[in-house]
């Protein structure tokens, strides 16, 4: 068992909370000395008991809310943090994010000047978010008595603006606008206390969310100075995700012809599949390729112990190097292809903890183009920026280092519909693949920030520079 204190980490990073409401709150600090006052009530819980920060400590009964806080690097040295501690994070993490935007793939319509209002930025203008605070909550009720009091709180003595404030909520049956199931296939983390279902990957450990703690091969991520700040900390990525579901819909209409489908199954489904590399309800295409609902049914608790290729930890896997079973560009094997070779090592070595919810009014196919704007809330957690975050964004989501002659991700990439392409192979190696052309962006980038997510004490260290 790792030995860390779970009590001093932030929650929802080794152990997702299960809410089904998220408010975020991107706050600009206005007078730093009340903003550290406002950690401190943070930290500690004593100005009102509700807003305490949650950690991942066990819980014995389930709390009806969590709150969380996020510091950007403006925000660090706004409070007072040295020269030296800044530049001891990683440049990642200090560049401005407009500059970080082009190799996010945040360009054209996702580019950092049209982000929503309070939160776009540009290489002139640079992003003004300080602080995050993320509130979620069991009930729309509980959401609506916590926001009264976080706002009181941190408009207290000026120490902060509003800037944005943006809403999650669960969809029904845990559903994401485009269909599919969601948080399937989390990362199981060594000592995390999480209860999320057992897979056939290795055991993550603590270390590749949680700095100053050993991760893979034993390796450290470099931890920010001094070690009360940086110590049981870890790196946030908040990202809002339009989704074109009009679109989507609309090209799995009209390309469903292309793909052939067995008697009684739908080919829109297949193709949706196949884009995705699980059915909409959640079954991946590497147990049951031809249908949502194989006979006999396959138990969902089982739904994530699979892989694509053969390895020596698990020889009996059906092998699918050749992608026939599973498209080797669709999105979940892209972003983990588990033991496939690929660049960067394979799947294991860059592992991300998701922690996504929906926003917008859920979509209803018999009102296609209602004007209303939907999507998802991403919050993703790690301890590189750069070798997690980063790296799928970069190699594996918006670019080729598949080796599918200039694939990406059909459902997350930038795509062009005049370049973009999507390949199929068929059952026979020796028949051409199935070519699917004319991919549009499906999903664009509405705000994009970078937190670090101090642990308590480094809460109480900000709060007393």
């Not at 739908?266 to 309800?281: F, H, Q, V, Y």
């Not at 991300?352 to 809330?377: C, H, M, Q, S």
């Not at 390949?423 to 994009?448: D, M, Q, W, Y």
Request: aromatic letters at 8%.
């Amino acid at each position: 068992m790792p030995a860390f204190d779970l009590s001093d980490i932030q929650g929802n990073i080794l152990r997702g909370y299960g809410m089904d409401f998220v408010r975020i709150f991107a706050l600009r600090i206005d007078d730093a000395p009340a903003a550290r006052r406002l950690i401190g009530d943070l930290a500690s819980g004593e100005a009102r008991s509700l807003l305490k920060v949650t950690t991942a400590a066990t819980w014995s009964l389930k709390p009806m809310h969590a709150i969380n806080a996020g510091v950007t690097a403006e925000g660090l040295k706004l409070l007072g943090a040295s020269d030296a501690s800044i530049a001891s994070f990683p440049q990642e993490f200090t560049a401005p994010m407009a500059e970080r935007a082009p190799l996010l793939g945040d360009i054209g319509e996702s580019a950092p000047e049209n982000w929503i209002p309070g939160l776009a930025c540009s290489v002139d203008t640079p992003s003004q978010v300080h602080l995050v605070l993320i509130a979620h909550a069991r009930t729309g009720e509980m959401q609506e008595r916590l926001t009264p009091l976080l706002r009181e709180r941190f408009l207290l003595d000026g120490a902060c603006t509003e800037l944005a404030v943006i809403d999650g909520a669960d969809l029904p049956d845990s559903r994401v606008h485009f269909g599919y199931l969601d948080g399937i296939a989390e990362p199981r983390i060594e000592g995390g206390g999480g209860r999320d279902p057992e897979d056939d990957q290795p055991l993550i450990p603590a270390g590749e969310f949680v700095l100053g703690h050993p991760g893979l091969s034993n390796a450290r991520y470099p931890t920010p100075q001094p070690d009360a700040l940086g110590v049981n900390g870890s790196f946030l990525a908040l990202r809002i995700l339009k989704q074109d579901v009009d679109g989507f819909e609309k090209f799995l209409e009209e390309n469903a012809a292309r793909v052939p489908a067995k008697p009684g199954v739908d080919a829109k489904e297949l193709l949706a599949a196949k884009m995705c590399g699980r059915w909409r309800n959640g079954l991946p295409l590497a147990l049951s390729p031809d249908t949502d609902c194989p006979d006999p049914p396959i138990p969902q608790d089982q739904w994530n112990k699979f892989d694509y290729v053969k390895s020596e930890a698990l020889p009996e896997v059906i092998d699918d190097s050749y992608g026939i079973r599973c498209p080797i560009g669709s999105h979940i094997r892209r972003n983990n292809p588990r033991s496939g070779v690929v660049a960067g090592g394979g799947g294991h070595n860059h592992r991300l903890v998701r922690r996504g919810i929906p926003y917008g009014a859920p979509y209803d196919p018999a009102r296609p183009n209602d004007g209303v704007e939907r999507g998802l809330v991403g919050l993703f957690f790690c301890g590189s920026l750069g070798n997690q975050f980063e790296f799928l964004m970069t190699e594996w989501i918006n670019s080729d280092s598949f080796g599918l002659r200039g694939d990406l991700d059909p459902l997350m990439a930038g795509n062009d519909p005049a370049t973009s392409r999507f390949v199929i192979p068929v059952s026979n190696l020796h028949k051409e693949s199935i070519v699917i052309t004319g991919l549009s962006r499906f999903i664009s980038t509405r705000a994009s920030v970078y937190c670090f997510m101090p642990s308590v004490t480094a809460l109480k260290y900000l709060a007393n520079l």
